[in-house]
């Protein structure tokens, strides 16, 4: 069982920056992709990005691509979202999720989740 605990979310201006921190529990850390999605209000769950286990390859969605970074340190069981440029569009609740030895092009394919940060971007 990994139970994932995310954070770092907040309030921000248009154009300013967040890290977001997602916390892993549990062994094998290094063997699960792990991936941020988001959720804004009145909307479908949206893929932002991921990292894969083994390799650390990474895949943005095209509306973060260049402005968000995902990466990963195995040894504190932790991935990380750092996001600039921010737009209002942005505004959303950020999930972390996790896949154990599966690289998840879908969220159905994800075995665990976080309960989310919340992201607020004002303009």
């Known amino acids: 069982q990994v139970q994932l605990v995310e954070s770092g979310g907040g309030l921000v201006q248009a154009g300013g920056s967040l890290r977001l921190s997602c916390a892993a529990s549990?062994?094998?850390?290094?063997?699960?992709?792990m991936a941020w999605f988001r959720r804004a209000s009145g909307k479908e769950r949206e893929f932002v990005a991921r990292?894969?286990?083994?390799?650390?390859?990474?895949y943005y969605s095209d509306s973060v691509k260049g402005r968000f970074t995902i990466s990963r340190d195995n040894a504190k069981n932790t991935v990380y979202l750092q996001m600039n440029s921010l737009k209002p569009e942005d505004t959303a609740v950020y999930i972390c999720?996790?896949?154990?030895?599966?690289?998840?092009?879908?969220?159905?394919?994800?075995?665990?989740w976080g309960q989310g940060t919340p992201v607020t971007v004002s303009s």
């Open positions: 999720a996790a896949a154990f030895e599966k690289n998840c092009g879908n969220y159905g394919c994800y075995d665990y």
């Open positions: 990292i894969s286990w083994g390799s650390s390859s990474t």
């Open positions: 549990g062994r094998s850390f290094s063997r699960y992709s």
